[in-house]
């Protein structure tokens, strides 16, 4: 891994981006985690076009084992969030071209 983006460095590379100022892209970005946030809190997906998409599953309930005591215990049902990126992210973070539609056999 070559380093990790936290907060304050996506604003500053999305405010340079955009052309905008660093408080106004911390506002954005912040906004846009809260609606994403409340979306997912309320079960629904989040679909954001050539990234991907966020969704919550249900993971079913289990046995499992106390790992102090080896002893069985039941865990219960709960809810998971999952991330499936888009064909266009993972083409880029494997470094493919993009791919082209193209008008064969179309005059």
């Known amino acids: 891994m ?8 996506v604003a500053q590379k999305t405010a340079v981006k955009a052309d905008i100022s660093r408080e106004e892209a911390e506002k954005i970005i912040k906004a846009a ?16 076009v050539g990234f991907g998409k966020f969704s919550i599953k ?19 049902e709960s809810d998971s969030l999952n991330f499936n990126p888009s064909v266009q992210l ?3 973070i494997q470094g493919k071209p993009k791919r082209y539609t193209t008008t064969k056999g179309k005059k």
């Not at 070559?2 to 460095?9: F, S």
């Not at 809260?34 to 309320?42: F, H, R």
Request: charge should be positive; avoid cysteine.
């Open 2 to 9: 070559t380093g990790v983006l936290n907060r304050v460095k």
């Open 33 to 48: 985690f809260e609606v994403i946030s409340d979306a997912l809190s309320e079960k629904n997906a989040v679909t954001i």
């Open 58 to 76: 249900k993971r079913k309930g289990r046995m499992g084992r106390d790992p102090n005591t080896g002893e069985p215990l039941k865990l219960p």
């Open 90 to 92: 993972r083409r880029r």
